[in-house]
């Protein structure tokens, strides 16, 4: 399994244990973020955060000596098994109210106030950190850690969940990374899709944390979101369940500090064709393989960086291995990969290249996020002063427009930032379908001898509207071109979907083209009709 270090100061040289938990926020970006308290030897205790994207990696009472995790060495406490006639017989209170002798958080509110699901079975009451029964329930990796707090979360990772001639056809989205596409993920993620209690749990988490911040704060929701929101989750009529779990026992009390497994939930389903984008039939032939040496390790030791405001896109995305919860279904579905593609592989020897993407190992420790991606990068934001900017990850249906502006990037020599806008309320089109706000993207393209401006519209729903593209034709204030851009989007939304001709002709000082879409189109076709009109 590969092994994680961690990067921060906290650690030194000296050994500490991950001792608890705090609460899920939402930093200034809009990313969101875990609070994790560790505890040395003297038992002092300091709180630090990492991207929410960590949590699969992480379990109470794990030892770090140096900010590295040694996942050979064993980890406090005993293993347990318990057998639960029904989730909604779990009681679900605060930590402050668990004997002090089988934890004690002192007076810290953030540690005491998380939540606890207490299960009393022969006489024993098992304790169990409502993050840890979510984790382990749910998130297997950084991705599926991701889209749980986010509103229709799940919905982003499927395309097609169809049930024919008792056959459940599971297409995977393209923001599932290429490595999570196995057979064994679509059976779960496929579980909690199609399971009607299990989907219920899965979206009462989000839906705690939205509901709080607007009982904490009616007037400014995202204050509460940024101060802390302490997880919660429905428990519903689901069961029998048998659970496999390492604890520490105090009394007849046990304290759950990591779900091994769980057996007995039961499948909807008995057979599932699932698929990916990157499934593909392979077809060999005879030729020279191209191998290209990157700087990446050799071995699958990590560190974690914490500097980027949004991780890049990959497929290759989740790299890191998390370690395994157990998850056995009574009627355990066989399961069945669709491949619909040819992909073309050469049998012959190797040849070291210079250029293309991928490429086998060949350097020292790599660097990963488990921060949330986004498509293109850190691009950085236009610094608009009026306008409010979302951040890249609530972009919903904008992905081809960016991998579309990371071309034209690495094309053009020009400087471009991007923001994305919410598109103003009031009108239908205001919403997606799957009950989103709609977003647009505005990027600016600064070269030596121009600035102009690019509006694109999130069309999921394949919504016929053109790209605008602004370019000044006089020297106008920055103010101005938002006041254009402004208008502009209320125009579209008072059109109901459309460009407002009235005020594309009142925008004064400005050349504004339209570029339309065409379902012919590629990547660098769309790319080369935008420099058109740049030019």
């Given at each position: 399994m590969a092994s994680l270090t961690l990067s921060d100061t906290l650690f030194g040289n000296k050994e500490v244990e991950l001792f608890w938990f705090g609460s899920p926020y939402m930093d200034y970006n809009g990313n969101w973020r875990i609070k994790v308290a560790f505890r040395t030897a003297s038992m002092s205790t300091k709180i630090v955060s990492y991207p929410w994207g960590t949590l699969?990696?992480?379990?109470?009472?794990?030892?770090?000596?140096?900010?590295?995790?040694?996942?050979?060495?064993?980890?406090?406490?005993s293993p347990y098994q318990l057998s639960i006639n029904n989730f909604n017989q779990g009681i679900v209170t605060n930590g402050f109210k668990l004997?002090?002798?089988?934890?004690?958080?002192?007076?810290?509110p953030e540690l005491g106030l998380q939540n606890i699901i207490q299960f009393k079975v022969n006489r024993l009451t098992y304790c169990i950190p409502v993050i840890e029964f979510i984790r382990a329930m749910f998130i297997n990796s950084r991705n599926l850690a991701i889209q749980l707090l986010q509103p229709h979360g799940l919905e982003l990772l499927v395309d097609r969940n169809e049930v024919n001639d008792e056959t459940l056809y599971f297409d995977m989205s393209k923001r599932v990374p290429q490595k999570l596409a196995t057979e064994s993920n679509a059976q779960h993620m496929s579980w909690i899709y199609s399971d009607v209690s299990v989907r219920a749990m899965w979206d009462s988490v989000y839906q705690h944390i939205f509901s709080q911040a607007i009982k904490s704060s009616p007037q400014n929701p995202n204050a509460a979101l940024k101060k802390g929101i302490p997880l919660n989750v429905d428990l519903p009529d689901l069961g029998p369940i048998e659970m496999y779990v390492r604890g520490e026992k105090s009394f007849d009390y046990i304290l759950v500090k990591e779900i091994i497994g769980f057996s007995g939930f039961r499948h909807p389903h008995k057979k599932i064709i699932f698929w990916h984008p990157s499934k593909n039939r392979i077809e060999t032939r005879n030729g020279d393989k191209h191998?290209?040496?990157?700087?990446?390790?050799?071995?699958?030791?990590?560190?974690?960086?914490?500097?980027?405001?949004?991780?890049?896109?990959?497929?290759n995305q989740d790299v890191l291995e998390a370690p395994p919860t157990f998850l056995r279904f009574s009627n355990s579905p066989v399961v069945t990969t669709r491949k619909q593609n040819t992909k073309l592989s050469n049998t012959g020897s190797d040849t070291i290249v210079t250029t293309g993407r991928g490429g086998k190992n060949s350097g020292s420790l790599e660097e990963v996020s488990t921060q949330d991606s986004a498509v293109g990068g850190d691009t950085p934001p236009i610094d608009f002063q009026t306008l409010e900017t979302l951040?890249?990850?609530?972009?919903?249906?904008l992905e081809s427009f960016f991998e579309m502006i990371q071309v034209l990037k690495e094309t053009m020599s020009a400087k471009i930032n991007l923001s994305v806008l919410r598109i103003p309320h009031g009108k239908r089109f205001?919403?997606?379908?799957?009950?989103?706000?709609?977003?647009?993207a505005i990027v600016q393209v600064v070269d030596v001898a121009s600035t102009a401006y690019i509006i694109e519209v999130a069309r999921p729903d394949n919504w016929s509207i053109s790209t605008l593209v602004l370019r000044p034709i006089q020297e106008l204030?920055?103010?101005?071109?938002?006041?254009?851009?402004?208008?502009?989007?209320?125009?579209?939304?008072?059109?109901?979907?459309?460009?407002?001709?009235?005020?594309?002709?009142?925008?004064?000082g400005m050349e504004i083209e339209k570029v339309k879409h065409y379902r012919s189109d590629d990547c660098l076709s769309w790319v080369f009709r935008i420099t058109g009109k740049l030019s």
């Amino acid at each position: 399994m590969a092994s994680l270090t961690l990067s921060d100061t906290l650690f030194g040289n000296k050994e500490v244990e991950l001792f608890w938990f705090g609460s899920p926020y939402m930093d200034y970006n809009g990313n969101w973020r875990i609070k994790v308290a560790f505890r040395t030897a003297s038992m002092s205790t300091k709180i630090v955060s990492y991207p929410w994207g960590t949590l699969p990696n992480l379990r109470i009472g794990q030892l770090y000596t140096d900010g590295k995790y040694n996942p050979v060495k064993p980890i406090s406490g005993s293993p347990y098994q318990l057998s639960i006639n029904n989730f909604n017989q779990g009681i679900v209170t605060n930590g402050f109210k668990l004997p002090k002798r089988l934890i004690d958080f002192g007076k810290n509110p953030e540690l005491g106030l998380q939540n606890i699901i207490q299960f009393k079975v022969n006489r024993l009451t098992y304790c169990i950190p409502v993050i840890e029964f979510i984790r382990a329930m749910f998130i297997n990796s950084r991705n599926l850690a991701i889209q749980l707090l986010q509103p229709h979360g799940l919905e982003l990772l499927v395309d097609r969940n169809e049930v024919n001639d008792e056959t459940l056809y599971f297409d995977m989205s393209k923001r599932v990374p290429q490595k999570l596409a196995t057979e064994s993920n679509a059976q779960h993620m496929s579980w909690i899709y199609s399971d009607v209690s299990v989907r219920a749990m899965w979206d009462s988490v989000y839906q705690h944390i939205f509901s709080q911040a607007i009982k904490s704060s009616p007037q400014n929701p995202n204050a509460a979101l940024k101060k802390g929101i302490p997880l919660n989750v429905d428990l519903p009529d689901l069961g029998p369940i048998e659970m496999y779990v390492r604890g520490e026992k105090s009394f007849d009390y046990i304290l759950v500090k990591e779900i091994i497994g769980f057996s007995g939930f039961r499948h909807p389903h008995k057979k599932i064709i699932f698929w990916h984008p990157s499934k593909n039939r392979i077809e060999t032939r005879n030729g020279d393989k191209h191998m290209r040496l990157t700087s990446k390790p050799d071995n699958d030791d990590y560190i974690l960086i914490d500097e980027s405001k949004d991780a890049k896109e990959d497929t290759n995305q989740d790299v890191l291995e998390a370690p395994p919860t157990f998850l056995r279904f009574s009627n355990s579905p066989v399961v069945t990969t669709r491949k619909q593609n040819t992909k073309l592989s050469n049998t012959g020897s190797d040849t070291i290249v210079t250029t293309g993407r991928g490429g086998k190992n060949s350097g020292s420790l790599e660097e990963v996020s488990t921060q949330d991606s986004a498509v293109g990068g850190d691009t950085p934001p236009i610094d608009f002063q009026t306008l409010e900017t979302l951040p890249v990850t609530e972009a919903f249906g904008l992905e081809s427009f960016f991998e579309m502006i990371q071309v034209l990037k690495e094309t053009m020599s020009a400087k471009i930032n991007l923001s994305v806008l919410r598109i103003p309320h009031g009108k239908r089109f205001s919403t997606c379908p799957n009950g989103s706000r709609r977003t647009c993207a505005i990027v600016q393209v600064v070269d030596v001898a121009s600035t102009a401006y690019i509006i694109e519209v999130a069309r999921p729903d394949n919504w016929s509207i053109s790209t605008l593209v602004l370019r000044p034709i006089q020297e106008l204030s920055f103010k101005k071109i938002e006041q254009n851009i402004k208008s502009l989007l209320e125009g579209l939304v008072e059109k109901g979907g459309h460009w407002d001709q009235y005020i594309l002709d009142r925008c004064s000082g400005m050349e504004i083209e339209k570029v339309k879409h065409y379902r012919s189109d590629d990547c660098l076709s769309w790319v080369f009709r935008i420099t058109g009109k740049l030019s």
